[in-house]
Nanobody, 124 residues
Framework: QVQLVESGGGLAQAGGSLRLSCAAT????????MGWFRQAPGKEREFVAA????????YYADFGKGRFTISRDNAKNTVSLQMNSLKPEDTAVYYC?????????????????WGQGTQVTISS
C-alpha cells in the first residue's frame, strides 16, 4: 500500500510556472507507475501526465505537451509535475495517483491509490 501527499499548488499568473510534488510512503515506490490527474470545477477528472516505474517513459495529455514535465525520484519516493506557460484553463485540483505495476497509463481506473489533491489557480 502507498499513501500520497501532494504539495506545491497555489496561485500563479497566466504565463507563469508551478511545480507540484507528490511524496509517497512505502518501500516499494519504484514498483508503481505514477500519474497526475486534474479536476476543474464542474468537470470530470482528467488525465494530465504519467510516468513508468523507472522514469524512462512518460505520457502527456495533449494540453500538457510542451508545457508540462513529469519526473520521479525513486530514491526520494517523489514524483513531480513541472508546469510552465500556465493558462487560466489549467485551474483545477491536481491529484497524484499510483498504479500497481511498472507501466504508465492514461486511464484513471487503472490507478489504485490517490492523494488528497492540491489546488492550482491561474489568474489571467
Amino acid at each position: 500500500q502507498v499513501q500520497l501527499v501532494e504539495s506545491g499548488g497555489g496561485l500563479a499568473q497566466a504565463g507563469g510556472s508551478l511545480r507540484l510534488s507528490c511524496a509517497a510512503t512505502g518501500r516499494t515506490f519504484s514498483s508503481y507507475a505514477m500519474g497526475w490527474f486534474r479536476q476543474a470545477p464542474g468537470k470530470e477528472r482528467e488525465f494530465v501526465a504519467a510516468i513508468n516505474w523507472s522514469g524512462g517513459s512518460t505520457y502527456y495529455a495533449d494540453f500538457g505537451k510542451g508545457r508540462f514535465t513529469i519526473s520521479r525520484d525513486n530514491a526520494k519516493n517523489t514524483v513531480s509535475l513541472q508546469m510552465n506557460s500556465l493558462k487560466p484553463e489549467d485551474t483545477a485540483v491536481y491529484y497524484c495517483a499510483a498504479r500497481t505495476g511498472p507501466a504508465g497509463s492514461r486511464f484513471e481506473k487503472e490507478f489504485r491509490y490517490w492523494g488528497q489533491g492540491t489546488q492550482v489557480t491561474i489568474s489571467s
